[in-house]
Every structure is written in structure tokens, then in C-alpha cells.
């Protein structure tokens, strides 16, 4: 009844004065009593942690429909407890408690820790992993960056995370390359965390390193395969091909246009030696791939917002597309997720908020000349009717 | 827009589960960009302090009117982000920074510290004082309790804050008196720290003195003088009036009949030497005006709470009222609010639980069979028509 005596009022409110004030009652009239029991958990020792824990069982369970109010509750209040000012910053390394590097080997999210030697590879002098932590929940990381210091725009993963490599001198570092960015915490989903983490320790390792002038990425585009594989479903999309790709690709009648694709690009000498392509067609394969990704990544969107969710995050931090790299992740989920596609998003500490803003009011996609040229070679390549 | 098709949706929807849904798009409808531009101080370094201190300004403010709405979104904010179990416990003693004592001096709500000396005695050994501060807020206590470690139940404030008393030893102390309890942050007006403060204060005292059997406060009765006033000028009440007190106070036509009671009380001696009054009528007098208090505190309601506002606090913190003192504040503050009289309210570890349950559900309050006492004297000495 008060909620609906709060509504009454609003929809009868004439000057806007009215109407901000009926607002905070029907905000008021909305304040569940489930916040407040919510709230209470907080003074318990552990109380933070088990709601984290219970928002995460929510976000699993069948009955979704029926739980959705309280997981809605759980997530305001959240939103507002893990806020990015209350979060601190950990560097996690070798000698960090063993209890809390096997959390991050289970929660690491994008390229999988196979063993405690590969941790400690990634934990090496040349190595950087910080975590955030909130002070009701210390012995949980919530999200943690991993960064490697080397000396020029990384383009590949399986040699970044190879053990035999020889360790670099940090100290004379100049490229600082993200490889990886893992939410901790399913039950903190939706809240924002990443951008903050990026930041703050752009400007520690800034610091810590006064030779380092590259901060970037190399990231994943999760979203390439399923969107490529859409495309060439429809006839418009093949009818522009350039013939040399699509002839390949039509080869044999029994496998898809997209499956043909991915045979070809998982073992190119395989494909060379048995005279199914030749190595002209594999260097116009590849330019023609690098092309529609750099037109996917900019030109793709999800309503005004670019496709990508990974493309989506970091021009939504200021970022912008620096380079995009071929056979760049070779593993089984990089060859599924986007043909073994990657691409490097450049942190430029005096170019970050003015892209941000562009961003933000424009929906402008920050991106380099090389990428730019991308844009201009799919131009070319395509088909006009 | 938005806000008006939630509303719609809400106010169409016929099953309970949509229209907790529909609720939830409301709330979210609701969500200010004033609350996301407000979350952004968080990320500057004394950002929480300056909304806090933005938030005292806008309560200060003449144009209240307009300013509500963001103040509501502040307080909201602060709420949460102030939550009892993100406040740190310390204890503040002689050897805390002059700064941050300083604080306390201008801070002090209740008693008012009146120099360095009288803050010194106040931090003496069988004197505790503990604040609660918030981590982003480090400089600033935001609420604080003074604490008296002694071998009675304290009736009089003036000799507690006497510093020609002698020191006590604290480890003998039978009963700690919280006597002040101050916010010290108007900013924070509407967010509750005081409850939490009590406790963890009691916790912590109970721990470090065994000795310790009684936790009680030496409170005011802010509202006593103004309700005893406004019933004098009542027609039925004075005419159940005990006669002996009524002719007290109806000696002069000049004067009202309580700025003459308070006349007598304030200057017993006088109103006895110069033949005003007998000392049988101060006796009666003194009867009667602790009945009228123990009546105040029990019976006199604002809604279905105490009108009292310390007695509504405290009640509302499971306490029980345990002492009404005669000439327990003869300042002139406690002689205006309350003709001098003091209460205590009894923290009683082992019965607060039940006793705030009683409070919350029935409305019950709370007290010793001493003050019961007072109300069947009170119930004799009414004059029934
Ligand atoms: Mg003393």
C-alpha cells in the first residue's frame, strides 16, 4: 500500500519538483525488507563472504524466474560494498600463501594454469599478478590481472606463458603486456571491477618501472568464430567473399563453409602439403581474416555497443585497438573461439579519458593505422554487386 | 520514460512474481545518475569525507525543498557504504594525537568538555572513551562514548566529571557508565552507529575487566521539561494534580506554573529559607516529579514509540530503564531540558536479545521493579475525578 500510495502520488505530480520528491518515496516504499535482512550479514565475521557465496549459488540455481528479485537486491547491495574505492590492491608472488595461488589456478579464466610449475612461471621475476581484495574478505581475491614484462607488443600467448623461455631483466622492460583478467567471484557478477584493477596497476607497475612506455593487452576476441560462422551461413555475406577464400572454403560439399574454414586454418602445412590450398592461398586467407576481425571488432555492434564483449570492455575503459594477431593463440579454445586470432589494446596513460569521452558520447572505437588499414584492405577485397 | 513503463508494467501485473519483477524494474528505473555520479567521489582520495561533509551542508541548507532529493540519494549511499560492519572500534586515550582529541572537544554533544584538563580526566585511567572510524575516513571519529569505570550505579554527572575526584583503580571497577554518547559527524544524521558502538564497547569492556558485573548509562531526558511544560497547561492535567504541588505552583499569578516549579527546583534551599516552600513540600515535590518521569519514559508515545528520543534509542537497543535520579545534571542544560533529572539504562549482556525482541514486536519496554514503583505512586497520588 505504500508503494502503490507512492506511485499514486508520482503519476499525480505535476512540477518536477513533485515528481523528484515522489521518486525518493517510491524509492523508500521499495527498500525491501529483504535489504535490511541482507545487511545484517555484514556483521557477522564472515557475513560478506557468504552472501559473495549465496549471490553465486543464486546466479546457478533452476528456479531463476522466482529468485530474481532477491539476487536483485543482493546485487545493488554488493555494487555498492565491492564500489572500486574500497578495493585493495595485492601482488600476489610465488611467496604469497600456497592457499591463495591454488585460487588463483582455479579461478584463472582465460588461459588455464595447467600446473604449479606454470604458476610459478607466471609468478617469475619478469611476471607481475595483482589482485583486488576487500578488507571483510581477506582471504578471497575478487579479481586478479597477470602481466608480463618483456620488450616489445606481444603477439603470441603460447610463447608468453612458455616455461622455457629465458626470464627478461624487468628492469629494463619496455612493454608491459595484460594477458589475462579474471573475475574471482561469480557472485559478484555485474559489478565492475576490471576497469579499476587495469588502472591502478597501469600506475603501479608505472611507478615500479620508470622504463616501461607500453601498457597493453593481449587479448582474446571471444566472439570472432560464432560471428564469422553466422556470416557465412548467409548468402549476402558470401556473395562478397573474394573468390580465392571462398573457393576454398567450398571445397567439399559434406563439411560447412565455417568447419572447411577452421580445418584449413588448424593445420595450414597439413593442408599445403596434401595440395589442398597453396601458399598464396594461405597468405590471402589470412589477410582476408585479419580484415573481417578488425571489421568485427569496429564495425559489429549490439546495439550502439560493440559485439565483442571483450572489444566492449576495454573501449569502454579508454583502450584502444592497437594490433591484431595471426595464429596468436593456438590452443584448442583459442583455434574454437576465433581461429587463433588475438589482438593487443593499448592503456595510453595521456589518451585514456579523451577516448573514454569519445567512447562514451560518440561510441567512437579508438584503433591504430595499421588496424585502420584493415579496414581500408576489406574494402578492397570485398565483392560489389 | 523508463521509470513511467516500470510503473506501468508494475501496476498491470497480476501474479505476486511479476510484480516483484515489476519492482524490480523499478528500482532500477529509479537509480539516479546522481547516485552513479555520487559513487564516483569514492575513487578520490578524501571523496567519502567530502560527501559526508556535502551531506551536513544540504541539512544545513535554506533551500531544503529542492536539495531533498539529492540528499535522500546521499543518505541512502552513506547508509550502506557506512554499515556498522565497516566501522573500525578505537580506543582514544591520552596518548591519541592532539588533532583528533581536539575533535572530541568540539564534537562532544552531551557534556560539553570545557577545557584540556577536563578532557584529560575524561581519559584518565578509570575512564575509557572509544570512537568508530571508517577506513577511507581515517582523520575523522564519526561517533563516540565515554565510559566511567566505577563501583555504583552512577545518579550525578557533575561528580563523575568532578576532577578533583579521586582515580579509581579500573580493575576493581564494578559497573561501567557510558555517560556521553556524541555523533560527531552531522553529515551522517539518519545512519545508525550508536546501537553497534554500545555494544562492541560493552564486549570489549566485559574482556579486558572481568570485575565488570553492571553496563548502564547515566542518560538525559532531552524531552521531559518541554512535555511537563505543554501538560501544565492543560486544564485536566493540573486538575489531577496532587494539591500539595499544584498550590506550589500556583503561589504567583505572575509566573507559569512550570517556569515557577522551575523556579523551586533550581534553588531548593532558597525556595526553603525564604519561606516559599517547607521541606515536606520539597519531598513531596521531588515524588512527584520522579513519577512524572517514570510515566514520561514509559507511557507518553509518539506513534507506538517513546516520545523520548534517548528513551526510544535505547529502548530500541533491547536496554532496560533501570534508575530515575534526582539532581543528577544541575547544569544549566540539565536543569532546562529536564529539572535536573538523569536516567540509567541497563545494557544487561544476557537479557538485551529478548528485551529488544519484546520492544520490536509488542512495543513492551523494559524496567526494574524501582521504577515500576514510581508508576503505582504516581497511579495513588492522581487525583481521580
Ligand atoms: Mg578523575
New interface residues.
Partial sequence: AV?EDA?ES??EARLP?DK??A??R???A?E?PRQRIL?Q???LPN??ESLVFMRAELLRADDQ??L??LE?DLL??LT??F????LELQRLSWSSPAALLEKLMRYEAVHEIKSWDDLRNRLDSDRRCYAFFH??MPDEPLIFVEVALVNHLASNVQMLLDESQPTTDPELATTAIFYSISNAQPGLRGVSMGE?LIKRVVAQLAQDFPALQTFATLSPVPGFSKWLKESLDEDSYVAQLPLQVRFMMEGDRQESRFDRLQTIVQDQECARSSGLVTKDDLLALQQWLLSECAHYLLQEKSRQDPLDSVARFHFGNGASLQQINWMADTSPKGMRESLGLMVNYLYQLDAIDEQYHAFAKEGRLAHSSEVRKLLTVREALRIKN
Fill in positions: 508503494l506511485i508520482f503519476q519538483i523528484l520528491h521518486q525518493a517510491i524509492a523508500e521499495l525491501s545487511r550479514f555484514n556483521l557475513g560478506i524466474e522466482r530474481a528479485p536483485h545493488r547491495l555498492l560494498w564500489d572500486a574505492g574500497f578488507g571483510r579499476f
